[in-house]
């Protein structure tokens, strides 16, 4: 008995050590306060919980583990010199978004491309029969990047399209992310390389690398065909993009884009490559001279925790900054950042008309609950928000004036502003605004608006968790 105390005291010290050494380093690395408070309350008040949490999801290690920032820079610029020549036939900045143009091309050369024709797509179904028949005609070259590619009915159809592709002779490289698509078996990707397409893992998950790889994630869905053709937005390679669950569709927004906007997409992909194969790829031959296949000028905006910047976030606070008359924003978790949340009331507060719609049920019930306890003061300002009822919105658009839409993998949390490597794209059109906006509006249909006196009146206890989880929002 005496021995099993002794034994009790002892794990009791070690706990007590392993708390103090990380909150004496989570302090000492002068992140963001309100995160650094998070992680404190994670690690004192959820006992061994919070210390696996930190453990896998809190430690900063991009610069020891990852890749230096200093190299990430010098990789971004020498893929980037192959388009250089392109970006000189720039559209002519449009005057009423001058200030974000100007922002993004300061912060991270993103020039400004011309000439493009863009396709919005709503559902799966359509979006992989277009992918499925482009890769069909691909000629060159196919690049390839999700987070999440499964082996399931959608990805086999996909392997063995782009098998079909690599018996012809053309060049096919995959990126996918270890975590996201973990459920997949290995034999799915090593089908792929037996077949000559080049296939590798971003940041390859074993367990001497486990905690410090898990937390930096590329969340990007790029496609890329023969540098002409592109694909970005929110859906990834899995059967619940088309059949979504028993209990509703899942609705969700994607972009094909032709044209010189989809050099942008090839810049990152190929950055991403040599991330994680060691080959750098800047030949011309990937970055074809190409004509205008439409009018839409766009910006292609990518981000991650190797760049301080944080291109994505700051392009948005400028956007609502810059709004006059609507910002519409779709997202299935909304937990923003201190500042953006504020910008979003004050925009509501001078009069924009501010709407901003997520999913009434979601895939991840903790992430749902810290979504809802910023509805009271969004509501309290004047943000009108909307409860998607016919199933999953995990649809990433955003719509501003009706003459800027966003859409990429970004979503509107703190998670995607700040550690996960992201894509987004800026397209600067009336017409495409417009038509952005009418399927906000479209969607709006099968929402609920939420009244601010009916949210008052939830019950306490609902109430009081979704404001616990709220603490811990820096970190979901």
Request: hydrophobic residues 40%; charged residues 25%.
């Amino acid at each position: 008995m005496h021995l099993n105390s002794a034994l009790f005291l002892i794990i009791e010290l070690l706990y007590l050590l392993t708390v103090v050494s990380i909150v004496a380093v989570v302090i000492s690395e002068n992140r963001n306060p309100i995160k650094t408070v998070a992680w404190i309350l994670a690690v004192l008040f959820l006992p061994f919980i919070g210390i696996i949490w930190y453990a896998f999801f809190g430690r900063n290690t991009t610069r020891r583990h990852v890749i230096s920032r200093r190299m990430y820079s010098k990789l971004k610029k020498r893929p980037l010199d192959g388009i250089r020549a392109a970006a000189e036939h720039t559209a002519s900045p449009p005057e009423r978004h001058a200030n974000l143009i100007k922002l993004l091309q300061n912060m991270d050369y993103t020039p400004l491309l011309g000439g493009n024709d863009i396709k919005l797509f709503t559902g799966g179904k359509e979006k992989f029969e277009h992918l499925l028949a482009d890769i069909e005609k691909a000629g060159k070259h196919i690049h390839i990047e999700y987070y999440v590619l499964l082996d399931d009915e959608l990805g086999m159809k996909l392997q063995q399209a782009l098998i079909r592709k690599a018996k012809e002779g053309l060049e096919i490289r995959i990126i996918y992310d270890s975590f996201g698509s973990r459920k997949a078996k290995k034999k799915f990707f090593e089908d792929f390389r037996k077949a000559g397409i080049e296939t590798e893992p971003f940041l390859k998950l074993t367990l001497s690398v486990l905690t410090s790889r898990l937390n930096y994630r590329t969340h990007r869905k790029i496609v890329v065909i023969d540098g002409q053709i592109g694909y970005v937005g929110g859906m990834n390679v899995a059967d619940r993009y088309l059949k979504g669950f028993d209990w509703g569709c899942w609705r969700d927004t994607h972009a094909r884009i032709e044209g010189k906007g989809v050099q942008g997409l090839q810049s990152v992909f190929l950055i991403d490559w040599y991330f994680v194969s060691q080959t750098l790829i800047t030949s011309r031959d990937y970055f074809p001279a190409l004509g205008n296949y439409g009018k839409y000028p766009m910006q292609i905006v990518n981000s991650g925790p190797l760049n301080e910047e944080n291109e994505v976030s700051r392009g948005i606070m400028q956007a609502i900054y810059d709004a006059r008359k609507s910002i519409y924003i779709q997202t299935p978790y909304f937990l923003p950042p201190d500042a953006m949340a504020d910008a979003l009331q004050a925009a509501a507060v001078r009069g924009i008309d501010v709407r901003v719609m997520m999913s009434r049920r979601s895939d991840m019930m903790l992430v749902q609950k810290a979504s809802c306890s910023y509805v009271r003061d969004m509501l309290k300002a004047g943000v009108k928000v909307y409860l998607y009822n016919k199933g999953f919105l995990h649809s990433k658009m955003m719509v501003f004036d009706g003459s800027l839409t966003l859409v990429g993998s970004a979503n509107f949390d703190s998670r995607s502003f700040e550690q996960n490597f992201e894509v987004e794209a800026f397209i600067y059109d009336e017409e495409l605004g417009m038509h952005a906006s009418d399927i906000f509006v479209e969607d709006q249909r099968f929402s609920e608006p939420i009244s601010a006196r009916e949210w008052r009146r939830r019950p306490a206890s609902e109430r009081f968790i979704e404001s616990v989880m709220r603490l811990f929002a820096p970190l979901l």
